[in-house]
């Protein structure tokens, strides 16, 4: 299983990275919106900060140009993947990418049979969108676990990346159900790691240790 940090805050992936929990890095155009007016900067550092994956979606909309923007985002570093949408006119190009090793991740994908024929171009993720499922009322995690399912089927090599998550329990549940990587923002990480009873445990061998009277456990 791997975890990729959903954020293109900087500061914010300097404080993950070497806590040894983040694989790879997932961005979007709404989160580099926040970063400042050089988007290519700020993307080529991230990719600079962090050995895995770096995703970078495409902003443009004619296919023509999606392909052409794609081939340049590849260009920013060795370890990009290409974020395209899940959407019919861009079969044609996210195969040709493919065909020219460019590392693809087809996002917005929220139908297990969706995952399936993407899965066919052999891209290298396939991103469906669980929160999103669940905004809806639709119950997200049981349409991953069919994802999932479908990928044991059928073999393909297409990674699943569980996206748009919006809880811990979300972020668990991900896991559980079989995703080969989920992207998680940096808040629902920190939430993550936390647990009341880890604190309260942590209160309790303090209060012990400080009847021992001692300031040093090699006094």
């Not at 990729?4 to 989160?31: C, H, M, Q, Y």
């Not at 970078?56 to 081939?71: D, F, H, L, S």
């Amino acid at each position: 299983m791997q975890i990729f940090l959903d954020t293109a805050n900087r500061e914010l992936i300097k404080k993950w990275v070497p806590t040894g929990l983040v694989d790879g890095v997932t961005t979007n155009p709404s989160l580099l919106s926040k970063e400042g007016s050089n988007p290519k900067a700020v993307l080529q550092d991230i990719c600079s900060m962090v050995e895995g994956p770096v995703s970078i979606e495409v902003v443009e909309k004619a296919p023509e140009e999606v392909e052409k923007q794609a081939r340049e985002i590849a260009s920013f570093a060795e370890n990009v993947v290409v974020k395209i949408p899940c959407v019919e006119e861009y079969f044609p190009v996210i195969k040709r990418l493919v065909d020219d090793e460019i590392a693809i991740n087809v996002t917005l994908v929220f139908s297990p049979l969706q995952a399936l024929l993407v899965a066919k171009l052999g891209v290298s993720y396939i991103s469906p969108f669980l929160g999103r499922w669940d905004d809806i009322g639709v119950n997200g995690l049981e349409l991953l676990e069919q994802t999932v399912t479908l990928k044991g089927l059928y073999d393909f090599d297409s990674e699943i990346l569980a996206a748009s998550i919006r809880s811990v329990l979300q972020f668990q549940q991900a896991f559980a159900c079989g995703a080969d990587v989920v992207t998680v923002p940096p808040e629902i990480l920190q939430k993550s790691l936390k647990h009341p009873l880890t604190e309260r445990g942590v209160d309790m061998f303090d209060a012990d240790w400080k009847k021992v009277g001692k300031k040093s456990l090699f006094e």
